[in-house]
């Protein structure tokens, strides 16, 4: 059984506090974007090696390359939380990474969510979506939202979610991730946590073009004076007649909303860097 992994972008994200558990209460809206990555799990005709057979999978990886153990990977990861709670026989896994390391747009979340949902459906676990939010939630914050994949407001740790009212339709998403990595103890060094004054729920019904004055991405305050090739692509999306432009997540990643169709070349101008656009389709 072969899914596609689709990523999201934050409209608005701010650090509403600090919990005793270490992570960071926030607000954001979640928007799903038809970037892709590519997960497969057969379950073998004949037995796999020793190894994979003890540990109940064998993993292969392909397209961008991502350090750290593989076990560490989130898809294995849900493989594993499931495997504690049903039934589940060995499986042969393999995953196409598109995305680049630290890009913000929750490639690995995604990934790790999918395969709840994959192994959901394909040995009828008969998981319900409030069930598959739960597990996508111990994964960690981003994960949930992939398991709904529509526009949501989302708070605590992105885990509590409601759906929202906001359609991107019709307008051209540029997505654009420098060569630049960043870790969450830059991301997260010196954050200012405060309340917000007006949800990014109650901004988001107002008109695109406005968003530039109210809705912000608080990670932009620590990330764009360490990294300043981040904080230029968000200056030249803007230049090239983005309606609105931001960072998404942590960074690197910056996107921007285009109501007309963007100028030609503008791939080229951002030679070097990972580079995505398409029109996106009305939700």
């Not at 906001?166 to 991301?187: D, H, Q, R, W, Y």
């Amino acid at each position: 059984m072969i899914v596609f992994p689709n990523v999201k972008i934050n409209l608005g994200l701010n650090i509403v506090a600090k919990r005793p558990d270490g992570y960071h209460n926030l607000e954001t809206v979640f928007y799903p974007v038809p970037l892709t990555e590519a997960l497969e799990v057969v379950v073998p005709e004949q037995p796999l090696d020793a190894a994979a057979e003890a540990c109940g999978y064998a993993f292969s990886q392909y397209g961008e390359p991502v350090a750290g153990d593989p076990a560490s990977n989130l898809v294995i990861k849900a493989l594993n939380l499931l495997k504690k709670d049903f039934n589940i026989p060995t499986v042969s896994i393999s995953l196409l990474k598109k995305l680049p390391m630290g890009a913000g747009l929750g490639g690995g979340s995604s990934d790790g969510a999918y395969m709840l949902l994959l192994l959901n459906q394909m040995f009828d676990l008969k998981l319900s979506p409030g069930q598959l939010v739960a597990y996508a939630a111990k994964l960690g914050a981003d994960c949930a939202f992939f398991t709904v994949n529509k526009p949501v407001y989302a708070t605590g740790i992105g885990e509590i979610m409601e759906p929202v009212k906001v359609n991107l339709g019709g307008f051209t998403i540029v997505i654009v991730k420098p060569n630049v990595f960043v870790s969450t103890k830059e991301a997260f060094g010196g954050i200012p946590v405060k309340p917000t004054e007006t949800p990014v729920r109650d901004l988001i019904s107002r008109p695109v073009e406005e968003w530039k004055d109210c809705i912000f991405n608080d990670f932009e305050q620590t990330i764009f004076p360490l990294h300043p090739e981040i904080a230029k692509v968000k200056d030249d999306l803007y230049k090239a007649g983005a309606a609105y432009a931001a960072m998404t997540g942590s960074g690197a990643s910056v996107f921007g909303l285009f109501r007309n169709n963007p100028p030609e070349g503008l791939d080229k101008q951002f030679g070097g860097y990972f580079y995505y656009q398409t029109k996106l389709k009305p939700i």
